[in-house]
């Protein structure tokens, strides 16, 4: 047999197994091999090296060992809580054991008189301690020399263990297992550097299963973790190599006239350092001749759409045109409102086309688009229209990646021959772990750095009884020349109470603010868009001090003015749309606030989302928070990653190991892109021996 092959054997050959438990274990655990199996890690282990005398026992124990003579056997209670128990004497006192089930079994093979070994869980009844189905066996003066020093327990299921498979019984497969593998089974997969002071493989899988010690086993988990990840980052990095080559791009020489003109003249401000940084991240990328596929994430307010123009420019100087795709009819009108004003003295071409874009005006856009007049479009979703065709498209920017689907996004590609360049920009930071496992086969940019004046927001939590004198408070900034958002929580599932808990805050609102004092303009998603547009714009201009909204101002809606948010309910809200919506506020050089209102009764969870938000500012903190508290699973778009699902390492404790992995892995695909090298072909064998898992792909 050769090496993969034995590890790849079919469960059921496995001695023990057989066909109805391995179906079993395919359906509940996934274990189809032996290699699968020995890769079903156990949970924890039980340390049953130690006896503990019954005197000892105390409340705080969990589980225990003891040693003693068993006494005598008695029924009590009746029918459903009746019981045999029996007592464990050692020197210093008695345990009472008890069972409910198995009765007559467990009287027909103990006997009376004869020193026992017990284990279980301990539990205290009527104040005197107790195990209730304890794991039992004769004491033999040789059996604690032959005890495994540390026990394994295996995760199991109700199923597996009606069928006698509970996490005890699945060890001893293991052990079967154990006895038929040899070290030539497992080998070493990392290059010889990287092991000095790690455990072998061999050795790692034997101790992580059996330790001999706390301390074997910490270093065998420590070793298996740095393995995993490090696989994992150098499939990433294959993957982007591979997308490397295959991928064709339009090659952007230059940096020309359009963008020096635009950077000496027209620049209203001193780029951030990140900015800076990003810039020449993207200028380096779209030289090269490969397709750019950029995610791109910074912070809300890091100034993301001027990298956006920046970009554009760099393409219009290599003759391309450029296109900016929003999610929302708002954004993009903001967009194109800003890049028009920004552009106003140069010979830059910029319309806007969405779908409420009139026929004529489209008629016109289509065709400056497919004679290349018109050098930037903004737009939304229709943009990817059939209809629009570009002479030379060469770079496509996409706001707010989360709300366009890979599909949607994929249209693009067939707008021009060879792809245009991809740029996705986002404000709902992920975590870098998640970052570097989920998306760490694309390139990436990170902006983590505000525009210098800004002052950080004040977040504040507020119960609704207290709504009143909050009111008070956005009364008297409103007074000083503020204006404010009030957001209303959009609840998915039902619609129609979104809608009418929205109106009904509008009222509430209307009565702190009464007209003609002071106007109030609203926006929500049933709205038709030309109405949206409008009451967005009285709100920007200053025409209205209050906007009332559900989140459809989440994303990007830029008012510098708006100095305080209120938000309604935010126990509804999770962590990173909270930090989006904050967003919206502390974007001009005033002291903004953000007030959450919860109801009284929050749950212990969402007062704790609230904390966090009113401690920090900083979206990554926000991001690893949340991760921390929901695990990764559920963090935005990498839900369907298949990327997360480590056997062995936690995005949230092992971060060092994954940056060192990360590293590592990188440095070794620089070298050697085909792991041809003597010392990378461990790495390349083994990963020949794996299915590929891969397949979360590319994100535009
Ligand atoms: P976001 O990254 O959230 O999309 P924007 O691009 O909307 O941020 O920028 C937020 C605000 O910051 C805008 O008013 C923009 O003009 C301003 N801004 C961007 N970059 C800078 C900078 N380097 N210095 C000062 N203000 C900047
Ligand atoms: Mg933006």
Redesign the pocket.
């Known amino acids: 047999m050769s090496l993969a092959s034995l590890l790849s054997s079919p469960i059921e050959y496995l001695k023990g197994v057989g066909p109805l438990r391995a179906e079993l274990l395919k359906k509940e655990l996934s274990i189809y091999t032996f290699g699968d199996l020995l890769q079903h890690f156990p949970h924890r282990h039980v340390d049953k090296t130690k006896v503990t005398p019954i005197s000892q026992l105390t409340p705080e124990m969990d589980f225990i060992q003891v040693k003693g003579v068993l006494l005598g056997f008695h029924t009590i209670g009746e029918k459903r809580s009746k019981r045999m128990v029996a007592q464990l004497r050692d020197e210093t006192g008695n345990l009472e054991l008890a069972w409910f089930q198995g009765i007559q079994y467990v009287q027909k093979n103990l006997v009376e008189g004869q020193t026992y070994l017990v284990f279980g869980r301990l539990g205290f009844f009527n104040g005197k301690p107790q195990v209730v189905h304890p794991e039992i066996e004769p004491f033999v003066a040789q059996t604690m020399a032959q005890k495994s020093l540390l026990e394994p327990v295996y995760g199991s299921t109700e199923k597996l263990k009606a069928r006698g498979l509970n996490g005890k019984q699945i060890g001893k497969l293991t052990q079967v297992l154990f006895q038929q593998i040899s070290e030539r089974d497992l080998p070493e997969n990392l290059p010889a550097h990287l092991l000095v002071n790690r455990m072998g493989r061999w050795e790692a899988f034997r101790q992580i299963h059996f330790p001999a010690s706390q301390a074997q086993y910490k270093e065998a988990l420590s070793r298996l973790i740095s393995e995993e990840l490090f696989i994992a980052q150098i499939r990433l990095n294959l993957i982007k190599i591979d997308r490397h080559k295959n991928s064709k791009g339009q090659v952007f020489e230059k940096v020309g006239d359009y963008f020096n003109t635009f950077y000496n003249n027209y620049l209203?401000?001193?780029?951030?350092g990140a900015?800076k940084r990003v810039i020449k991240e993207i200028r380096q990328d779209v030289a090269k001749g490969f397709q750019m596929n950029r995610l791109l994430q910074?912070d809300?307010?890091?100034?993301?759409?001027?990298i956006a123009l920046m970009a554009m420019l760099i393409a219009a100087d290599n003759g391309f045109q450029s296109c900016l795709m929003a999610p929302t009819e708002i954004l993009a009108q903001q967009h194109f409102t800003s890049l028009t004003e920004l552009l106003k003295e140069m010979p830059v071409e910029v319309a806007i086309l969405t779908g409420s874009t009139k026929t004529a005006e489209r008629r016109r856009i289509l065709k400056g688009l497919a004679e290349d007049t018109i050098h930037f479009v903004v737009g939304t979703h229709a943009l990817i229209e059939d209809p629009v065709q570009f002479k030379k498209l060469g770079l496509a920017v996409i706001d707010e990646q989360h709300r366009f689907g890979v599909e949607q996004r994929s249209k693009l590609w067939k707008k021009a021959s060879i792809p245009p360049h991809v740029l996705v920009m986002t404000?709902t930071p992920i975590p870098r772990t998640l970052a570097m496992t989920a998306y760490g086969d694309l390139d990436y940019s990170i902006m983590d750095e505000l525009?210098?004046g800004r002052q950080p927001i004040k977040t504040v939590h507020r119960y609704e009884t207290s709504r009143a004198s909050v009111m008070d408070f956005v009364k008297s900034e409103i007074q000083k020349g503020r204006q404010a958002y009030y957001v209303y929580p959009l609840i998915e599932e039902s619609e129609k109470m979104s809608y009418e808990d929205l109106m009904q805050g509008y009222e509430q609102v209307k009565s702190f603010f009464p007209e003609p004092t002071y106007k109030i303009s609203m926006v929500h998603g049933k709205m038709p868009n030309d109405l949206k547009s409008e009451n967005m714009n009285r709100f920007k201009s200053g025409d209205t001090q209050i906007l009332v909204g559900t989140t459809v101002i989440e994303v990007?809606v830029?008012v510098?003015n708006a100095s305080v948010m209120v938000i309604e309910s935010a126990e509804k809200f999770g962590l990173s749309q909270l930090h989006q919506l904050r967003?919206r506020v502390g974007?001009g050089s005033e002291q903004s606030y953000c007030i959450l209102l919860s109801s009284v009764k929050a749950s212990k969870e969402a007062r704790e989302r609230l904390k966090i938000m009113c401690t920090t500012n900083d979206g990554f903190v926000i991001a690893e928070k949340d991760l921390e508290i929901r695990g990764p699973g559920d963090i935005d778009g990498t839900r369907q990653s298949g990327a997360l699902n480590f056997k062995l390492a936690s995005l949230i404790n092992d971060r060092p190991t994954m940056e060192i992995a990360k590293a590592e892995a990188a440095a070794i695909c620089e070298k050697d892109p085909n792991l041809t090298m003597p010392e990378h072909l461990a790495i390349r064998s083994f990963l020949q021996t794996q299915k590929t898992k891969i397949g979360w792909g590319k994100i535009a």
């Open positions: 209203p401000f001193e780029l951030t900015q910074g809300v307010g890091s100034g993301k759409t001027m404000a525009p210098p990007g830029n510098p967003g974007r």
